[in-house]
C-alpha cells in the first residue's frame, strides 16, 4: 500500500510563484521607488554641501577617480558616447532580464533573489531622502566636471537631466546620488549570473558588469567613487535583512490563510490506513516488522500456540 507519512513530519512545499502575480508586485515596488525619489528632493544648496563634502573626502584619501575618467570620457567620444548609452538604459533592460532569467531557469533561488533586490533598493530610498547629493556633473565648473551626458546629448534620446528623455528632466530627482543604485543593481546582477550562469561567459560577464558600471558612473559625472561604495554596501544590507522580510511576509500570510480542517481524531473507524510500528495496513490490522519480512521473502507463517496441538504441526492456510 502506499506510504503515508505521518503529520507534521514534513513540511509542506512552497507555493509556485507566478508571472501574473510577480509582475504587478514588482511593479508596485518600482512605483513606489520612483515616487519616494520625487518626493525626496531636499534643498539644493544641502545637496551641493553633500557633494563638495564627499568630493573632499576622497581627495583626502586619495580616491578621487571621477576626474581623470571625467577627463577621458568628455575627450574620446567613442568611450563617451557608449558610456552614456550603457548609464542612460543598461540598468532598465539588464536588471528586468536577470529577474526574469531567474524566474524561468532558476525558479528555487528566485524568490530570495528578488526580495533581495527589492530590500536593497528601498534601503536605498532612504539614503537619498536621508542624504540628498549633488552629482559631480551639477557642481560649478570650477570643479573641473563634465556633464557627458548632456555633450552628448545629441547622440542619445536624455537631455541635460541625466539620463531623463528630453522634456521629463522635471519627472527625476537629480540629487538622489547617494548611494548609487545603478552600481548597486549592477552588483546583484553580476552575483545572480557569477552564481548561477551556467557558462564561463555569463560568470565573465557577471565580473565585468558591475565593474564596468561603476568606471560609467564615475567617469559620464554621474557619482563619485563613494556613492559607489555606498551603493554595494546598501546591496550587503539588504542581502542580510531579505531572510527577515522573507520570515514577516509569510507570517502575514499565514495569518491571512484559512485555518486547516482539523484530522477526525478516530481515523480508524473511517477505515483510513494508518502508520504502525510494523507495516502499514487496513484499519484495525498490525503485522509486526518481523512477521512482514518473513511473508515477503515467501516464507511459511510460523504457528501460533493457539493453532498447534500436541506438537502437531499447524493446519496449512
Known amino acids: 500500500m502506499p506510504h503515508t507519512e505521518t503529520p507534521g513530519t514534513e ?16 511593479l508596485l515596488v518600482y512605483a513606489c521607488y520612483t515616487a519616494g525619489r520625487l518626493l525626496a528632493r531636499g ?41 552614456d548609452f550603457w548609464y542612460a538604459s543598461l540598468h532598465y533592460v539588464v536588471t528586468p532580464a ?23 533598493t528601498l534601503i536605498g530610498l532612504i539614503g537619498f531622502t536621508l542624504l540628498p547629493t549633488c552629482p559631480p556633473r551639477l557642481l560649478d565648473a ?20 541625466a539620463s ?3 522634456g521629463m528632466g522635471g519627472m527625476t530627482n537629480q540629487y538622489a546620488a547617494m548611494p548609487s543604485l545603478h552600481v548597486g543593481w549592477a552588483l546583484w546582477c553580476g ?40 551603493g554595494a554596501l546598501v546591496m550587503g544590507a539588504g542581502l542580510l535583512l531579505a531572510p527577515v522580510v ?29 502508520v504502525s510500528a510494523g507495516c502499514q495496513t487496513s484499519a484495525g490490522e498490525r503485522i509486526p516488522r518481523q512477521r512482514e519480512s518473513r511473508l515477503a521473502a515467501g516464507a511459511e507463517p510460523s504457528a501460533s500456540p493457539k493453532d498447534a496441538g500436541d506438537g502437531a504441526p499447524a493446519p496449512a492456510r
Open 98 to 120: 536577470v529577474l526574469v532569467w531567474l524566474f524561468r531557469s532558476h525558479a528555487v533561488r528566485y524568490r530570495a533573489a528578488r526580495t533581495w533586490l527589492m530590500t536593497s
Open 191 to 230: 552575483i545572480m549570473l557569477w552564481r548561477f550562469g551556467g557558462t564561463r561567459l555569463m560568470k565573465a560577464a557577471g565580473v565585468a558588469y558591475p565593474l564596468i558600471t561603476t568606471i560609467v558612473v564615475m567617469g559620464t559625472a554621474n557619482h563619485y567613487f563613494l556613492d559607489a561604495a555606498a
Open 43 to 83: 534643498d539644493v544648496s544641502t545637496a551641493v554641501d553633500h557633494g563638495l563634502a564627499i568630493l573632499r573626502i576622497e581627495k583626502a584619501v586619495y580616491l578621487n577617480a571621477e576626474h581623470p575618467l571625467n577627463r577621458l570620457f568628455t575627450r574620446e567620444p567613442w568611450i563617451g558616447i557608449p558610456a
Open 246 to 274: 522573507m520570515r514577516t511576509a509569510d507570517r502575514v500570510k499565514a495569518s491571512f490563510a484559512p485555518a486547516a480542517a482539523a484530522v477526525p481524531a478516530d481515523s480508524s473507524a473511517a477505515g483510513s490506513p494508518i
Open 164 to 166: 531623463a528623455p528630453r
Open 11 to 26: 513540511a509542506a512545499p512552497a507555493p509556485r510563484l507566478r508571472w501574473w502575480t510577480e509582475l504587478p508586485l514588482l
Open 142 to 161: 570650477s570643479h573641473g566636471f563634465v556633464d557627458t551626458m548632456a555633450q552628448y546629448s545629441s547622440y542619445g534620446w536624455w537631455g541635460g537631466a
